[in-house]
Antibody, heavy 123, light 112 residues
C-alpha cells in the first residue's frame, strides 16, 4: 500500500527541538522527494521545505532557514524534519507529502500525504 | 513570495447545485519548462489535505468528474458541477512554479 506514516504527538517546551519522522512505503523512495507542510490551529497550509529522496538535496522557505534540518534514511525509507528553537507559534500539525523535483527546486506534487503529527509548544 | 488569493472565503451551497472557486496569483505561474504548477486540494474536517487537480486541469485518480480545474497565467478556477454532502470542507490552491511554494488562504464549502 502506497502511504506515508508519520510519528506521533509531540509536546515541547519553548526553546526545545522536535524531530518528526515520515516513513514511506509502497513506492520507490528514491524516485520522489518529501515536502513538509504545517498547519497552525484554525489556519491555512504553509510549505516549509523539501528534500530529495535520491540525493538529499534540500530546499526550504527562507523563514525557517536557521531552524530547520531535513534528512532521509534510504535504508528505512524514512524522512525526518527537525525544527529547533521552538516557539509557541510553531504549535501546528506537521504534514509530510510526496513531492517531485523540477528544474530549480520542487514542484509541489503533493499527491500523497501523511496523517500529520501534532506538535504543541507550551511551557 | 507569490501571493495566492482565493475567493470567496466561504461558500454556502445547495446540494445538487454547482459551485465555483477562484484562485489568483500575484505572478504568472507559467514555468520556464512550459508547465503551470497550480494544484487544488480538498481538506475535509479532521483530515489531511487531498490533491484533486494538478497542473491546472488534470484530475487525480479517484476524484469524481464533478470536479474540474481551468485557468491560465494568474487566474484559476475550480468547479464542482453538482455539490454533494461529501464535498464539505476547505479547498486550497497552491503554486509550485516559484520558490517558496505558497498556498491560498482557502475557501470553506458548507451546505445551506
Amino acid at each position: 500500500q502506497v502511504q506515508l506514516v508519520q510519528s506521533g504527538v509531540e509536546v515541547k517546551q519553548p526553546g526545545a527541538s522536535v524531530k518528526v519522522a515520515c516513513k514511506a512505503s509502497g513506492y520507490t523512495f528514491t524516485t520522489f522527494g518529501i515536502s513538509w507542510v504545517r498547519q497552525a490551529p484554525g489556519q491555512g497550509l504553509e510549505w516549509m521545505g523539501w528534500i530529495s529522496g535520491k540525493n538529499g538535496e534540500t530546499n526550504h522557505a527562507w523563514k525557517f532557514h536557521d531552524r530547520i534540518t531535513m534528512t532521509t534514511d534510504a535504508s528505512t525509507t524514512t524522512a525526518y524534519m527537525e525544527l529547533r528553537s521552538l516557539r509557541s507559534d510553531d504549535t501546528a500539525i506537521y504534514y509530510c507529502a510526496r513531492d517531485e523535483k523540477k528544474y530549480g527546486g520542487n514542484s509541489g506534487y503533493f499527491d500523497l500525504w501523511g496523517r500529520g503529527t501534532p506538535v504543541t509548544v507550551s511551557s | 513570495d507569490v501571493v495566492m488569493t482565493q475567493s470567496p472565503l466561504s461558500l454556502p451551497v445547495t446540494l445538487g447545485q454547482p459551485a465555483s472557486f477562484s484562485c489568483r496569483s500575484s505572478h504568472s505561474l507559467v514555468d520556464s519548462d512550459g508547465n503551470t504548477y497550480l494544484n487544488w486540494f480538498q481538506q475535509r474536517p479532521g483530515q489531511s489535505p487531498r490533491r484533486l487537480i494538478y497542473k491546472v486541469s488534470n484530475r487525480d485518480s479517484g476524484v469524481p468528474d464533478r470536479f474540474s480545474g481551468s485557468g491560465s497565467g494568474t487566474d484559476f478556477t475550480l468547479k464542482i458541477s453538482r455539490v454533494e454532502a461529501d464535498d464539505v470542507g476547505l479547498y486550497y490552491c497552491m503554486q509550485g512554479t516559484h520558490w517558496p511554494l505558497t498556498f491560498g488562504g482557502g475557501t470553506k464549502v458548507e451546505i445551506k
